[in-house]
């Protein structure tokens, strides 16, 4: 069964991405425990649907989704997939007497904690140790991880931390495609200012972006995402449904950014989804294709819990959407007016 893919070269080693790409968070065990047959079970369907970009992180399970990752993938030819990992956390296991990383939030991993690290040392020896975890010999792209505010809790910080990686860290990425170990790098974050002020300073290839270019949010439009387009910069759009409230629609209890969504949020969500329903059209459907509308959005990459989820994504990917619901948004002030539909 196969999905649209969208090719990208902007290095020489042309990468060819599925418009729904895998993001492996709960193969980490984010917000619950499944078992290794569970995950398993995500991949094999994921496959079997078409998908052939998978996305993972050191930090989903302190290394359970790597892990897990790899072992899917020892089963299927190299050259039949595209695969991104991430640096700028170290992975140590804990002291006697510590308390893990990721509790109440990673459930049934590893005893792990990380330490944060954007520097050229510390992108090596992540890499190293993503490899080995992934039971591989290279991968396709890495990412700087969580350079962003919402990681690192005030601007001085995440200045900090932009120096260290600009320093540091991207010398490191830059020598690692130059030698063709990587295909191409960029950073993975969950705000889009971080990835205007490192796309204005280096030569990156790619952005994953979470949440941030969404049926609920199209700020990125103001100036990174026109500034992407002109240098040929790709952009891969991570947590597509705001941590599910495009997803579940606006009923208490919702997620919205990885907390329970504010009413002026549900409120809007709410919006959208009457005009969906009036085009018959169920809402988590725009909410994955509206990101691809935009032409530098190679690839969507949700991060599904269940097989059911794996299935409702790829309905998602395949729906066939009536262009007057995006004018019924733009009309009622929810989606911006340049935005590309």
Known sequence: MRLTTRDFDRTGRPLRFTELGFGSSPLGNLYRAISEEEAQALLERAWAGGIRYFDTAPLYGYGLAEERLGRFLAGHPRSDYVLSTKVGRLLRPVEPGEARDGLGKFFEVPERKERFDYGYDGVMRSLEASLDRLGLDRVDVLYAHDLDLFTHGSQEALEARLAEF???????????????????????????????????????????????????????????????????????????YNSGVLATGPKPGSFYDYRLAPQAVLDRVAQIHTICERWGVRMFEAAFQFPLRHPAVLSVIPGPQSVGEVMENRIAADAELPPGLWEDLKVAGLLRPDAPV
């Open 166 to 240: 600009m320093a540091g860290g991207y010398r490191a990425l830059v020598e690692l495609r130059d030698q063709g170990v990587i295909s191409a790098f960029g950073a993975g974050v969950n705000e889009w200012q971080p990835c205007q002020w490192l796309a204005e300073r280096g030569e990156f290839d790619l952005f994953l972006l979470a949440g941030r270019y969404t049926l609920l949010e199209q700020e990125a439009l103001e100036s990174f995402l026109p500034l992407a387009e002109e240098r040929g910069i790709g952009i891969v759009i991570g947590g597509p």
